[in-house]
């Protein structure tokens, strides 16, 4: 069996680029030979592996319909994994996809990253029609799998359910991390992801007043570097905002930077010195986190604020889930994780009984199982209906 996975991928530095290399390498292990199509940013050039085999630059809608050629031309590949997300692909919402999967005559398996519950016309159009004539559509949640059905109109026959997956992160012990960077005697709060607007990070900063008033000892941890779509053209400005605000609240002592993009080695030893892992984003409309799904599979104890992804996963006492995004109540929810030891162990535990199950090779083997009886089900003969959007 082999695929073509297309989407962003290594060394762009975002969270579909990171998927697609995960997937990739689950699916090698579970037998499915993976090639890439890679999605670019105009103004970029990225130095890509051997696996790449084409690419797309994002705006240049000819190479969409060159890649489908491509594809088409290759007599190897059984089918392609499309990764979902609007921003990724050029054209209004994204609609450039369509000119690639509109050629393709092969099955195709799309992968939703983003399922708006309330999409304008051409967000719900474009979506639509992807699904429409793809052999199998992912969700990676209950709610998501309802909105593809009841927005979008996929049929319910079409969607599987898979999570999103979670790399390796070997346990370690939290004091023996803390040593390590310099952080003991520090109640520590993290959240982590490439930094821009729409994450809440303001949010995080002002709770931090009520939390060190009660716990002074309290540590909030930024980790991730600025969104390089973001600092090329606006530089570190949010960043530059963000610290000023921590100057204003005068929490500089409480409230620290680590500005790079992290190995998943790093990650994982953040992941577990943390005491508190803070999920804040303000739009209770965000489908999915691959930063909180990371945290889960950690088995960390959570606070959020209740958009759609969250309150799913944390439900059954998974995490603390903020009504609203005010900091005020991120900072209640803080703080009685801090004081409740018993409170702790018990979010970690239920959040680890659900994240243990979303280690790669284990969401690898259902994408591979879904994929083989995919093709399977497709005779030659029929493999030119995807090609009628």
Request: glycine share 6%.
């Amino acid at each position: 069996m082999k695929v073509i996975n297309l989407g962003t991928y290594l060394p762009k530095q975002c969270g579909i680029a990171t998927f697609s290399n995960d997937l990739r390498h689950s699916l090698l292990v579970n037998n499915v030979e993976v090639d890439i199509i890679a999605i670019s940013d105009d103004s970029y050039s990225y130095e890509y592996g051997k696996e790449v085999k084409f690419n797309i630059k994002q705006n240049m809608k000819n190479d969409y319909i060159n890649a489908a050629n491509f594809v088409n031309s290759q007599a190897d590949i059984d089918a392609v994994v499309i990764q979902h997300e609007y921003g990724i692909f050029g054209g209004s919402n994204g609609n450039y996809i369509l000119d690639f999967a509109s050629r393709l005559e092969k099955p195709f398996l799309v992968i939703t990253h983003t399922v708006l519950a309330q999409p304008f016309g051409e967000q719900k159009n474009v979506l639509h029609k992807l699904c429409k004539y793809a052999a199998k559509v992912i969700a990676m949640t209950e709610q998501a799998t309802i909105l593809l059905n009841e927005v979008y109109k996929v049929e319910k026959n079409k969607i599987r359910i898979i999570g999103h997956g979670v790399p390796h992160f070997p346990p370690k012990p939290s004091l023996e991390l803390k040593k390590k960077y310099n952080l003991l005697g520090r109640q520590v709060i993290s959240t982590f992801g490439l930094i821009g607007p729409g994450k809440g990070l303001e949010l995080g900063i002002k709770a931090m007043v009520d939390v060190v008033k009660f716990h002074p000892d309290a540590l909030f941890l930024i980790l991730g570097q600025t969104h390089p779509m973001l600092k090329k053209f606006e530089g570190e400005k949010y960043r530059e905002m963000l610290i000023e605000l921590i100057d204003e609240l005068n929490l500089n002592k409480h409230i620290k930077f680590v500005n790079k993009f992290l190995t998943d080695e790093e990650l994982g030893e953040y992941l577990y010195l943390t005491d508190v892992y803070l999920s804040p984003y303000p739009n209770m409309e965000q489908a999915v986190s691959g930063t909180l799904t990371f945290a889960i599979g950690c088995g960390r104890a959570i606070v959020s604020t209740a958009y759609a992804y969250a309150t799913e996963m944390l439900k059954n006492n998974r995490g603390l889930l903020a009504a609203k995004a005010d900091p005020k109540i991120l900072a209640r929810l803080i703080n009685s994780v801090l004081e409740n030891k018993s409170l702790k162990t018990t979010l970690q535990n239920n959040a680890y009984n659900l994240g243990k199950n979303w280690s790669w090779p284990n969401i690898g083997k259902k994408y591979s199982h879904i994929i083989n009886g995919m093709v399977d089900d497709i005779e030659e003969e029929d493999l030119l209906k995807y090609a009628r959007l």
